[in-house]
């Protein structure tokens, strides 16, 4: 279930109680008359359940509450009530197959902003990965996996492309396509300054690295893999099970790939570097064909249910 608060100028609380009440899957309706006071109007509090939110937010900002009021949004952890229940029982489908798409594009957008945040993480997960790739350690390749955060602007491009928002897809691209290239740009001047101490090498660079090499060695499987990655890291974000989410960043190598291209410029091997940017291609690809296309599925399948629980009630009715 959901928790909606919502305020509305006094003028619209009537249009809102009304939609909220015909909404199949809602419960624990409240009314505060006057209780807003920034900005003022009346305070409605009401749980949906989440399969039944999606469409009902969509109605609450076609009134303009977005606008002239507002609408927060709350998981309920725990609800030891006979109606909600009853609200999740009468609502078409399953929660956790619902995409509240309001709820995707806005954590979507601050996921893929290009900060300074998101550089320092990006950047430092290049890092490991060279060290890794050094190193022949599969460890630090996996560390360095869970540590970059370009899972965020790939999903901002598929959101966008599935739900129609080029803003979000625009923001989404400069993020990916200026921290790849600067972290790859900061790691090879971070293997320049290392071997200047010592710590690398290129005569360790040129060892071979048995653990390792499936970074800079893309192949038939490296898309499969990606196209597997993409469909489970979109789900995982439309059902909100971040534990799958983190599996899927230690499936694919984005960051490794960027982080042994760069080790590999700054010791001169072309050859090298353009294969791990071919790899990094291949998955950056993969993941956003999959993903797109896995939100396009849940678009249609979802609309389709709610079709046909519409087609259902109104037989009922009948």
């Known amino acids: 279930m959901l928790h909606l608060r919502i305020i509305t100028p006094a003028a619209r609380t009537d249009e809102v109680v009304a939609e909220l009440t015909s909404t199949v899957g809602t419960a624990h309706l409240a009314v505060l008359p006057g209780a807003a006071r920034?900005?003022?109007?009346?305070?409605?509090?009401?749980?949906?359940?989440?399969?039944?939110?999606?469409?009902?937010?969509?109605?609450?900002?076609?009134?303009?509450?977005?606008?002239?009021?507002?609408?927060?949004?709350?998981?309920?952890?725990?609800?030891?009530?006979?109606?909600?229940?009853?609200?999740?029982?009468?609502?078409?489908?399953?929660?956790?197959?619902?995409?509240?798409?309001?709820?995707?594009?806005?954590?979507?957008?601050?996921?893929?902003?290009?900060?300074?945040?998101?550089?320092?993480?990006?950047?430092?997960?290049?890092?490991?990965?060279?060290?890794?790739?050094?190193?022949?350690?599969?460890?630090?390749?996996?560390?360095?996996?869970?540590?970059?955060?370009?899972?965020?602007?790939?999903?901002?491009?598929?959101?966008?492309?599935?739900?129609?928002?080029?803003?979000?897809?625009?923001?989404?691209?400069?993020a990916l396509l200026v921290g790849f290239p600067l972290a790859m740009l900061l790691t090879a001047c971070f293997a320049l300054l290392m071997d200047a101490f010592g710590l690398f090498s290129q005569e360790r660079f040129e060892q071979p690295h048995p653990m390792v090499e499936f970074v800079w060695q893309p192949d038939t499987m490296s898309f499969v893999v990606a196209l597997l990655a993409g469909v489970a890291g979109m789900v995982s974000l439309t059902s909100a099970k971040s534990a799958a989410l983190v599996g899927v960043t230690i499936s694919v190598t984005t960051v490794p790939a960027a982080g042994h291209a760069a080790l590999a410029l700054s010791y001169g091997h072309v050859t090298e570097a353009l294969g791990s940017m071919l790899q990094l291609g291949v998955n950056l690809g993969g993941i956003l064909v999959a993903g797109t296309l896995t939100l396009l599925v849940q678009k249609v399948s979802w609309a389709w249910v709610r079709a046909e629980f519409t087609a259902r009630r109104r037989g009922r009715q009948g």
């Open 38 to 174: 920034d900005p003022v109007g009346d305070l409605v509090l009401c749980d949906v359940a989440r399969e039944a939110a999606d469409e009902l937010l969509r109605r609450l900002r076609a009134l303009g509450l977005a606008e002239e009021g507002s609408v927060a949004v709350e998981d309920i952890d725990l609800s030891l009530s006979q109606r909600s229940e009853r609200a999740r029982d009468e609502a078409p489908g399953a929660g956790v197959d619902a995409v509240l798409w309001e709820s995707l594009i806005d954590s979507t957008q601050e996921e893929s902003r290009l900060t300074f945040t998101y550089l320092v993480f990006l950047t430092v997960a290049t890092m490991l990965a060279a060290c890794g790739v050094l190193l022949d350690s599969e460890i630090l390749i996996v560390g360095a996996m869970v540590v970059g955060p370009e899972f965020g602007p790939l999903a901002g491009v598929c959101t966008s492309l599935a739900a129609r928002a080029p803003r979000l897809g625009l923001r989404s691209l400069v």
